[in-house]
């Protein structure tokens, strides 16, 4: 007879899989959980680090942000002194700067003008904020996380959405170069919405400000009449522009539900165009990809046939059985180069080292774009994209390590110890060096984007206390393991090489196959370009998947096919040259970073020049080590399967 008790596993399950709606109804990313609010309660409305958006001739004038309570601001303080909030390390990073306020939210409770403080500006204020108004700067507001946006419609796609950030001021439509207006009074339009209709689970949904700019004569505020001219602060040495702060709140209901509320705020301009540019690229890039395969396979499928064939045919003709058979020729081709195609490369150890951080690159990138096609990258948790980053690469230092010692002893390296040294201490030290670089004219400019010297400190002790030893460790593992043997032997005596015809040459080599990989990945960069100098956020982690993957297949087909054409050429440097050729593509990034400065950014001062180009080379840096890294390990793959297939005496 059967046990009662056999049966407990099933219930056990059957169980689980009924409470899994449950689980999964109450299961929140970390940070990002809803806050629900009684009528009455306070509202907290926190000031964020004023950036730069485009200005009103669409171009990006400045890439300095600063705080809001810069004291050339004279923004109303709250009672006490503002207060940091606490923030992610990727938000730090980021330029965020969050801060208390002193404006009052009571949760559906209307203000109509309530009045804030009373500031001076004196000439140099005034100049400063003038200024920041005309290089079209924006205030930033978090309401229960929620930026506080501007309501705009899109004739493109006949949709209203919303834009975080509003204005400062704002200039003079009819005239050029007229005043500058400066917003002094803030309609906030909350909307909320009731849990299950219940009146005491009310939760934020939106948040939209109304800026203007009103010059009041006297304490009698009326915030409501229009005719009240805008503030212009006067830039004289003997005046000073009394300006006086005013707020309205006004709490709506909303049909919105929590879990969508950031719907609004995710906009595409001109989605057609991103959709067809898309597409297309994936067309081009697959049909590429197809083609360079295919036609490969068959020159090797022929090659090894041949090459087989002709040693079988040398062998009957030592037992003096067979005779030469026509068509079939002496060896040519990326055979004759067997004894040297494994030969060591110039500078093993460099090598090495990029294969190694390249190899960390390329699995964090990997991790990242799946954590946030998952959702673990929301906009609501900020900063999670540059934490998850960090995070990622100290942990994966172990993959580099690994890598880099494997590289290395595969290449019949000796200098073991320089390479476990430099591997986790090279890139990231070129890395952290040209950010502290550019950090100091952030500091010199007094940038709220300037990283604070503790972040430093956190920083550098998470690269040496986690990151160095985790690489080390790999390093000891990858100089254990067995080095990877090829096929064939190398000669002694290295073979001369011929010379190359013109498009194998390293220059136009590298041009040609570097230019795909770009093209794959062009449309969406273009969208990162903006998100990252424009403040916008960047959503599309589906369509960066799909660019990534192109990227890769495009990188490894067209790096193949160079390599190829090389041994045929009986050239057999092949290492130095994969590596370079697929690393171009950040060639083409940067290049089409210097074109964006000239089309899309008028930074004038050459603090913001610096910045922009510096923080461009810096990822390019990483790019080059990334796409590299792929060249090397597909042409790698390539080389040992070739040379493994044939018959060698």
Avoid at 74 to 93: H, K, M, W
Avoid at 610 to 615: N, P
Wanted: hydrophobic share 45%; aromatic share 14%; with cysteine.
């Amino acid at each position: 007879m059967m046990k009662p008790r056999s049966f407990a596993p099933s219930w056990a399950l059957y169980s689980a899989l009924l409470a899994l709606p449950q689980l999964s109804a109450a299961f929140y990313l970390p940070g990002v959980a809803p806050t629900s609010y009684k009528p009455g309660d306070k509202v907290p409305l926190y000031v964020n680090s004023i950036k730069p958006v485009a200005a009103q001739d669409a171009l990006l004038h400045s890439v300095m942000s600063y705080d809001y309570y810069n004291e050339q601001f004279r923004f109303c303080q709250p009672e006490g002194g503002p207060a940091y909030v606490s923030e992610s390390l990727g938000s730090i990073l980021f330029g965020d700067r969050i801060m208390t306020s002193p404006f009052e939210l009571n949760m559906m409770k209307n203000e109509t003008c309530k009045k804030l403080c009373t500031s001076k500006y004196d000439m140099q204020s005034a100049h400063f904020v003038n200024k920041r108004i005309m290089q079209g700067y924006a205030l930033n507001w978090l309401v229960d996380g929620l930026p506080a946006g501007q309501h705009l419609y899109d004739d493109l796609t006949q949709t209203e959405f919303y834009s975080p950030g509003f204005a400062m001021g704002t200039i003079s439509t009819t005239d050029p170069d007229g005043p500058t207006f400066f917003n002094n009074h803030y309609d906030i339009l909350v909307e909320y919405h009731k849990v299950n209709g219940k009146e005491d689970q009310l939760r934020v949904v939106g948040v939209i400000v109304q800026p203007a700019s009103k010059a009041y004569k006297s304490d009698n505020l009326d915030c409501n009449d229009n005719q009240i001219p805008p503030v212009v602060l006067v830039e004289d040495a003997n005046t000073e522009t009394e300006v006086t702060f005013t707020y309205g709140v006004y709490w709506t209901e909303s049909p919105t539900a929590w879990a969508t509320r950031w719907d609004k705020y995710l906009h595409v301009f001109d989605p057609k165009i991103h959709w067809f540019s898309l597409v297309n690229s994936a067309v081009v890039v697959i049909f590429l990809t197809v083609t360079v395969t295919s036609v490969l396979f068959r020159a090797l499928k022929k090659d090894i046939a041949r090459y087989n064939r002709l040693d079988q045919i040398n062998l009957d003709d030592l037992s003096g059985t067979s005779a030469l058979e026509d068509g079939v020729q002496e060896d040519s081709g990326w055979k004759l180069v067997h004894g040297d195609v494994f030969r060591t490369p110039s500078h093993p150890l460099l090598l090495s080292v990029f294969l190694g951080n390249g190899a960390q690159l390329f699995v964090m990138t990997g991790f990242t774009i799946c954590f946030a096609l998952l959702g673990f990258l929301s906009p609501s948790n900020r900063g999670s994209l540059g934490t998850i980053m960090i995070i990622l690469y100290t942990l994966l230092s172990f993959v580099g390590g690994y890598v880099s010692a494997r590289v290395y002893k595969s290449l019949n390296g000796e200098k073991w110890k320089l390479n476990i040294a430099l591997t986790p201490l090279l890139v990231p030290g070129i890395v952290f060096t040209t950010f502290f670089f550019l950090n100091l004219f952030l500091w010199a400019n007094g940038s709220a984007g300037a990283v604070p010297f503790t972040t430093m400190l956190v920083i550098i002790s998470i690269w040496f206390i986690i990151s160095i030893p985790l690489s080390v460790s790999g390093s000891w593992l990858g100089f254990r393991a067995p080095a990877v043997e090829p096929p064939v032997r190398t000669n002694q005596i290295p073979r001369q090489i011929p010379p190359a015809t013109t498009y194998l040459k390293p220059i136009p080599s590298m041009l040609l196959v570097g230019i795909l990989p770009f093209g794959a990945i062009f449309v969406e960069l273009y969208f990162i370009m903006s998100s990252i100098w424009f403040s916008k956020i960047y959503y599309m982690f589906g369509f960066l998947f799909l660019c990534y993957g192109l990227m890769i297949i495009t990188c490894a087909a067209v790096t193949v096919l160079m390599v190829y054409f090389l041994l045929c050429a009986e050239n057999y440097h092949w290492q130095w040259r994969s590596f370079l050729a697929a690393g171009m593509s950040a060639g083409y990034i940067f290049a089409n970073a210097l074109i964006y400065l000239i089309s899309k950014l008028s930074l004038g001062g050459v603090s913001g020049t610096v910045l922009y180009i510096g923080y461009s080379a810096l990822l390019s840096f990483l790019f080059f080590i990334l796409t590299g890294s792929i060249g090397f390990f597909s042409s790698w793959w390539f080389v040992q399967k070739i040379y493994g297939s044939i018959k060698i005496d």
